[in-house]
């Protein structure tokens, strides 16, 4: 989708973090996890993502307008 042009750079690191909290993580072999693992990799995710200033344009943009920004 990236080398296509469909999404930007920043929906690209979206993506990424959200495979990496689908796929349960730097695993080495296939494990059985808790919840509360999982909700621990989301929210570590969320929290780099909030460090960008692409994600906060993006929630400030849907707080506001109700719109997503895609930037």
Do not use: W
């Amino acid at each position: 989708m990236k080398s296509g042009n469909y999404i930007s750079e920043h929906d690209a690191l979206i993506a990424e973090k959200l495979g990496t909290v689908m796929s349960g993580g730097p695993l080495s072999q296939p494990t059985q996890v808790s919840e509360q693992y999982l909700l621990d990799l989301e929210r570590k995710a969320f929290l780099e993502l909030c460090t960008t200033k692409k994600t906060l344009e993006r929630i400030q943009s849907i707080v506001t307008s109700g719109k997503v920004l895609r930037n």
